[in-house]
């Protein structure tokens, strides 16, 4: 029974969606047994402000709807549908939006829920898309504020899934080796995705940064040649590769 958690009607339904939710989330082979019961304990709108009042996006349950491709299924999502809105404040609706968007979720999706039949009221444009200067800036400030507990000299270095995502966007998911044996390598796998893979110019382990500024896309061709070619192959490609990474950062964070 969904109880009056001093959100009136509207936190009444929207607690109901995120429960009628979850079935299809243990169908999808999740069962989010923290969320359910952090749900329990308080309220579906307390869980939601609980949740985005992390500075962290990748918490356990987002990570597991986003390897499933569910993030329609997110607490992110819902707080983002226009009739709940009103729950929340700019920020965590910002927040929201924010989230979904850096793990390239398209926002355009929330049009296609359907309005539901106790929703009257017209239903207000959705946030814009954050720009690329934006997600990175976010990013940088997410990466900041981590704890230093990984150093590009171990063997557990932490790369932003984010970062790989911007440079796969900017790429157009084709190889940005001018010398390619096969220019604008481009070929969808069988996840609809391209295959193609994100390198670090200068490797992470050398002291590279692990940031859009030093990543290239390349064919896995291309990506072998640059990791086991000839010396002076491998230092010429570097050298191209470098500048290339460079001027399409700086292209990107120019167009905003």
Not at 152 to 165: E, G, K, N, P
Not at 218 to 227: D, G, I, S, W
Request: contains cysteine; glycine residues 8%; charged residues 25%.
């Amino acid at each position: 029974m969904v109880r009056d958690d001093g959100y009136g009607e509207l936190g009444k339904r929207f607690e109901e969606y995120l429960l009628d939710g979850i079935p299809k989330l243990q169908e999808a082979g999740y069962n989010p047994t923290k969320f359910r019961q952090w749900i329990k304990a308080s309220s579906g709108v307390s869980t939601a402000k609980k949740l985005l009042a992390s500075a962290d996006d990748t918490s356990y349950g987002f990570a597991k709807l986003w390897e499933k491709q569910k993030l329609d299924a997110s607490v992110e999502f819902a707080v983002c549908l226009p009739w709940f809105r009103e729950l929340f404040t700019d920020e965590e609706l910002d927040r929201a939006a924010y989230r979904l968007t850096r793990h390239h979720f398209d926002l355009a999706k929330i049009h296609a829920v359907p309005v539901p039949d106790w929703c009257a009221a017209p239903t207000p444009e959705l946030p814009p898309a954050p720009t690329y200067r934006q997600r990175v800036e976010a990013e940088e400030a997410v990466q900041r504020a981590r704890p230093a507990t990984s150093t590009a000299l171990t063997t557990d270095v932490v790369r932003s899934t984010v970062f790989r995502s911007l440079v796969l966007q900017r790429a157009g998911g084709r190889c940005e080796n001018p010398g390619c044996g096969h220019p604008g390598f481009h070929v969808i796998g069988r996840n609809e995705m391209p295959i193609v893979e994100v390198d670090h110019v200068h490797g992470l382990k050398e002291g590279g940064p692990d940031h859009p500024v030093n990543m290239v896309v390349l064919c896995p061709n291309c990506h072998a040649v640059k990791t086991r070619g000839q010396d002076t192959e491998v230092a010429e490609l570097r050298k191209l590769l470098a500048g290339i990474a460079r001027q399409r950062h700086e292209t990107a964070m120019a167009g905003a």
